[in-house]
C-alpha cells in the first residue's frame, strides 16, 4: 500500500499525474482502487481515475490541498493484441533505428552530422534488400531453381511436382518457375508495406498539440549547452511528428524490395539470353538498365532528405509516395513476364548468383559502418563526456549489431531450408542427397558463430567474477548504511550486497556491445575473404590441410549451420508463444518499450514509435489541467514512464512548465539514455531540463538494475535533482514499525518507500500557488475537468481542450 501523501502547506488543486514502466499495468493497480474510470483517451491509451475522484474539480474543499491522483495508461501501445508479437521479426530494423539516435552531440546541421544521419538510412537500407534477397535466395534458387530441377529434390518434396523439370509441364521452364516463386518475396515486401502503412495511420498521425498548447519557438540545441530558458531536441515542435520522413522512406524501402526481386528474375533470365542469338539479350539489357536506375532514385530519396524538427511540417509528399513503389512493382511484372517466355533448351543448373549478391552487400555493411565509426568520432570532438557508451562509438556498434541480427535470420532461413530439402545431407559437403546448396558465404558465417560465442564467454566470465568480488565488498557498505552493528545476518546482508553487485552490471553494458560488434565486424571480414578465397563451404575449403583443422572447420559448419537454423526458429516459436500466452506477449512487449520509444528515423519497417502518440497524450493533459484550473501538477513517472514524463515537459510551453514539477524514480534518463544517447540524453540536455521544469527530483535504489541518479547537480539556487540513495529493503530486521521481513524491491513498488510521499509533497510546496482560473470564451460554466465519467464506458468523454 503506499503511504499516504503528506498535506501540502498551499491548500489550492493540486494533480497527481502517473505514468507507468516497461511492462505495463493496469489503472486499478497504479490508483490503488479497483473502481477506476476513463477520464479522457481510448482503449489504447488513456488517463484514469479513481471513481470518487471524477469529480474533484467541482469539490475542491474534499480534498483538503492533496493531489487528485491520475494514471495514463500507455502498455496497450506497445503489448496490445497478440498480433504485435510478430514484431519481434523485426527487430533488426529497430535496432538499425536505434543507431540514428546514438550519435555524439554536435552542431545541428553541420556536414558530420547530416552525414551520419544519411549513412544510417543507406545501412537501414541494406537490411530491406538484405531480407528480400534472402527470401529471394529461398524461393527462387533454393526452391524454384534446385529443388525443382533435382528429381531426388522433388521426390522428397511431392509439393513441388508440379514445377518438376523432369515432369515437362507448362511451370516446368526455369523462367516460369522464377516468376512463380517470386511471389514469395513480393508478397512479403508488400506485408511490411502494409504493416508500416497502418502503423503510420495509428501512430505517426498523432499530431502535436497547436494553438494554446503549442511549444514555443524557443532555440533548439540537440545535445549542446543550452542557455537558461532554452529548449533541447525533444522540445522542438516537430520531433515527435516525423510522418513525412516516414512516408518518404517507406516508399522508398519499399521500392528498394520489389527492385531486388525483379533484379533476382532478370539477372538470372538475362544470364541466359545472352548465350543465344535474338532479341531477348537486349530486352535483358534495358530491364537491367531500368532496374539500376529506379534503384539510384531509390538512393536519391533516401538521401536526400532526413528528419526536420524545428518546425511542424504538415507536408505530405504524396506523389513520390504513390509512384516510386508503383513504378518498382510495374517493372517487377515486366521482368516477370520477361522471365517467363519460352526459351527452348534453358535448364536450371548450379545456383543462381546468391554468392555475389550476399557477398556485395556484405562488404556494402562493414563499408557503411567503418563510415559511420569515423564520422561519430568526427562529430564527438565538439563535445566529449567519459560516461558516453563506447566514447561515442555506440551508434556504430549498435548498428553493426543490427547487421548481425539481420545476416542471423537471413542465413538462419536459408540453412534451414537447405537442410530440410536436402534430408539427411549437410549444404555443401557432398553428402549423399539432393545437394541442394545455399550461397557459400552463408555457410562461412554460420561457422563463425561458435567462435564468436567463445570470444563472448571471456568478458561474460570476468563480469561474472567481478560481480561476485564486488558482492562481497559491498558486505561492509550494506551493514553501514542500516547500522547493524552487534546484529548482523549474514544471509542477509550477503543477499542485499547480492543484488547490489547485480544491478551494476548495467554499467557494464558497453564493455559487451564493444565486443560483440567488434568481433562481429572483423568475423564478417574474414568470412567474406574465405568465400571468395576458396569458392567453397569451410568443411571442404580446409580438405589437404592438417586433420586437426579439417575436423575443427567441418564442426563449426556443422555446428554453425546448427545454430543459426536453432536461432531462427527460435525467433518463429517465441512469437507464436507470444500469440498464445499473454504472460510472453508482456514479455516481448517489454523489448519493444525501450527500443520503439524512438521515432523511425531511419527504418520505416521498423515497429512504430509509441512517444508518438504518448508525449502528446501528456503534453495536452497536462496543458489543458493547468489552464482550465490554475493549479499545480506533480508528473511522477517510474523507468520508461520517467522518459516519456521528461519528454512531455519539453514539449510544455513555459507558461504551463512553471506550474508543473517533475518526479522521477527507477528512472534510466542518465544511466541508459544519457549514456547511449548522449546527443539528446546527456548532461547539457538533463541540466536544460532542470532549467526547463520547476522543480525536479529523482529517486533511486543501489539494487535497481534499470533506475539511477540523474547526476544532475543543482544551480541557480536549485537543490540538486537526485535525492539521497533509498534503501532497499527499508528495513533490514524486524522492527516495530516492520514485524515482517522486508522484500528487496529493486527495480518495483517505489511508491511503498515513505521517501516517495515525502518527495511528492515536498515538490507540490515548491510549486508558485495557484492562479485564479480565466474561463475560455465559450466555455460552459461547471465541472472543470476535461472529460466527464461516462458509465456506460466506464470512463470519461469530451475533448482534452
Known amino acids: 500500500m503506499p503511504p499516504a501523501t503528506p498535506a501540502p502547506e498551499s491548500g489550492d488543486a493540486a494533480l497527481e499525474l502517473l505514468v507507468h514502466g516497461v511492462g505495463g499495468t493496469t489503472p486499478q493497480d497504479m490508483l490503488d482502487d479497483p473502481r477506476t474510470v476513463r477520464i479522457t483517451g481510448d482503449r489504447t491509451a488513456a488517463v484514469y481515475r479513481r471513481a470518487e475522484d471524477a469529480d474533484a474539480e467541482d469539490h475542491p474543499g474534499r480534498y483538503h490541498g492533496r493531489p487528485v491522483p491520475e494514471a495514463y495508461c500507455w502498455s496497450n501501445l506497445t503489448s496490445g493484441d497478440g498480433t504485435r508479437a510478430l514484431w519481434l521479426l523485426l527487430l533488426p530494423f529497430m535496432v538499425a533505428n536505434l543507431a540514428h539516435w546514438m550519435r555524439p552531440p554536435g552542431r545541428d546541421g553541420s556536414g558530420p552530422v547530416r552525414f551520419y544521419g544519411v549513412l544510417v538510412r543507406l545501412l537501414a537500407l541494406t537490411l530491406t534488400v538484405l531480407l528480400t534477397a534472402a527470401a529471394c535466395e529461398v524461393a527462387l534458387d533454393l526452391t524454384a531453381w534446385q529443388c525443382a530441377a533435382a528429381p531426388a529434390c522433388t521426390d522428397n518434396a511431392a509439393w513441388l511436382e508440379f514445377l518438376s523439370a523432369r515432369r515437362a509441364g507448362w511451370w516446368s521452364p526455369p523462367g516460369r518457375r522464377l516468376a512463380l516463386a517470386a511471389l514469395v518475396p513480393t508478397a512479403l515486401v508488400g506485408l511490411l508495406w502494409y504493416l508500416s502503412n497502418r502503423t503510420w495511420s495509428a501512430y505517426e498521425a498523432q499530431r502535436p498539440p497547436a494553438g494554446h498548447d503549442a511549444p514555443s519557438a524557443e532555440p533548439a540545441t540537440g545535445g549542446q549547452r543550452t542557455p537558461a530558458g532554452s529548449r533541447a531536441a525533444l522540445g522542438r515542435p516537430g520531433f515527435w511528428y516525423g510522418r513525412r520522413l516516414v512516408a518518404r522512406l517507406r516508399a522508398a524501402h519499399t521500392a528498394a524490395g520489389f527492385l531486388t526481386v525483379a533484379a533476382a528474375l532478370v539477372t538470372a533470365a538475362a544470364r541466359h539470353d545472352g548465350t543465344v542469338p535474338g532479341t531477348g539479350a537486349a530486352l535483358g539489357r534495358v530491364l537491367q538498365a531500368s532496374v539500376a536506375a529506379l534503384g539510384a532514385v531509390v538512393l536519391w530519396v533516401v538521401c536526400r532528405r532526413g528528419r526536420s524538427e524545428r518546425r511542424l511540417d504538415l507536408r505530405l509528399e504524396r506523389a513520390l509516395v504513390t509512384w516510386l513503389p508503383t513504378a518498382a512493382l510495374a517493372l517487377l511484372l515486366l521482368t516477370a513476364l520477361y522471365a517467363g517466355w519460352s526459351r527452348p533448351g534453358w535448364t536450371s543448373s548450379g545456383t543462381l548468383p546468391g554468392d555475389t549478391v550476399f557477398s556485395a552487400l556484405t562488404v556494402v555493411q562493414g563499408g557503411l559502418v567503418v563510415a559511420l565509426g569515423a564520422t561519430a568520432l568526427l562529430v564527438r570532438r565538439s563535445c566529449r563526456d567519459a560516461r558516453t557508451a563506447l566514447r561515442g562509438l555506440g551508434g556504430p556498434a549498435v548498428a553493426m549489431l543490427a547487421c548481425a541480427l539481420a545476416g542471423i535470420m537471413s542465413g538462419g532461413v536459408a540453412q534451414r531450408v537447405a537442410d530440410w530439402l536436402d534430408g539427411p545431407a549437410t549444404p555443401g559437403m557432398g553428402e549423399p542427397g539432393p545437394r541442394i546448396s545455399p550461397p557459400v558465404l552463408l555457410s562461412w558465417q554460420a561457422s563463425v558463430i561458435p567462435v564468436l560465442l567463445l570470444l563472448l564467454a571471456v568478458p561474460a566470465a570476468l563480469l561474472a567474477a567481478r560481480t561476485v568480488l564486488a558482492a562481497r565488498r559491498l558486505r561492509s557498505e550494506v551493514e553501514a548504511d542500516y547500522g547493524t552493528a552487534g546484529e548482523n545476518d549474514p544471509v542477509r546482508t550477503g543477499r542485499i550486497a547480492t543484488c547490489r553487485a547485480r544491478a551494476g552490471l548495467t554499467d557494464s553494458a558497453p564493455v559487451l556491445v564493444g565486443v560483440v560488434s567488434g568481433a562481429t565486424l572483423l568475423l564478417g571480414a574474414a568470412s567474406v575473404a574465405g568465400a571468395w578465397a576458396s569458392g567453397n563451404v569451410p568443411g571442404r ?190 528495513a533490514y530486521g524486524r522492527t516495530r514499525d516492520h514485524p515482517l521481513p522486508e522484500p528487496i524491491l529493486g527495480h518495483s513498488d517505489y511508491q511503498a518507500d515513505p521517501a516517495f510521499a515525502r518527495c511528492r509533497s515536498a515538490l507540490l510546496d515548491r510549486l508558485p500557488p495557484a492562479v485564479p482560473h480565466q474561463r475560455d470564451p465559450g466555455e460552459p460554466a461547471g465541472r472543470e475537468t476535461s472529460g466527464r465519467a461516462d458509465p456506460e464506458r466506464g470512463g470519461a468523454a469530451g475533448p482534452p481542450a
Open 541 to 730: 575449403a580446409f580438405d589437404g590441410a592438417h586433420p586437426a583443422l579439417a575436423s575443427l572447420a567441418s564442426a563449426t559448419q556443422s555446428l554453425g549451420s546448427w545454430m543459426i537454423g536453432f536461432g531462427f526458429l527460435l525467433f518463429v516459436t517465441w512469437g507464436r508463444r507470444a500469440y498464445r500466452d499473454p504472460s510472453a506477449r508482456r514479455t516481448i512487449g517489454i523489448l519493444w518499450d525501450v527500443g520503439t520509444f524512438w521515432p523511425r528515423a531511419a527504418h520505416p519497417f521498423a515497429p512504430p514509435c509509441y512517444a508518438e502518440r504518448a508525449v502528446p497524450d501528456l503534453t495536452w493533459r497536462m496543458s489543458s489541467w493547468t489552464r482550465r484550473t490554475g493549479g499545480r501538477l506533480v508528473i511522477s513517472g517510474h523507468s520508461q514512464g520517467s522518459v516519456l514524463a521528461a519528454a512531455a515537459v519539453w514539449q510544455l510551453r513555459p507558461a504551463t512548465r512553471r506550474r508543473v514539477a517533475l518526479l522521477t524514480y527507477g528512472s534510466p534518463l542518465e544511466r541508459l539514455y544519457g549514456r547511449w544517447f548522449p546527443a539528446y540524453f546527456g548532461p547539457d540536455a538533463l541540466r536544460s531540463l532542470n532549467r526547463t521544469v520547476h522543480c525536479w527530483s529523482n529517486l533511486h535504489r543501489a539494487t535497481d538494475p534499470i533506475g539511477g541518479p540523474v547526476r544532475v547537480l543543482g544551480e541557480d539556487g536549485r537543490p540538486a535533482v537526485d535525492a539521497p540513495v533509498l534503501l532497499d529493503p527499508v
